[in-house]
């Protein structure tokens, strides 16, 4: 990362690109019941579709690549 804990737009582009090829773009899906209940649109990532299924594929080959 840029050099601190909050990554920046260059950092988030640059993982994107790493992963371009490597991950499953994964919908985002409507969670009905959830929107539901707090009355405004709640969706979820998912993640579960990827190779892996799980969401650390990214980070961890983002790390491991750089």
């Not at 499953?24 to 707090?38: F, G, K, M, N």
């Amino acid at each position: 990362m840029g050099g601190s804990d909050v990554p920046t737009i260059e950092d988030i582009r640059a993982a994107r690109q790493a992963l371009r090829g490597i991950v499953h773009e994964t919908p985002l899906l409507l969670a009905d019941a959830l929107s539901a209940e707090i009355g405004r649109p709640v969706y979820l990532k998912s993640e579960n579709l990827q190779h892996t299924g799980s969401f650390k594929l990214r980070g961890a080959y983002v790390k491991i690549s750089s």
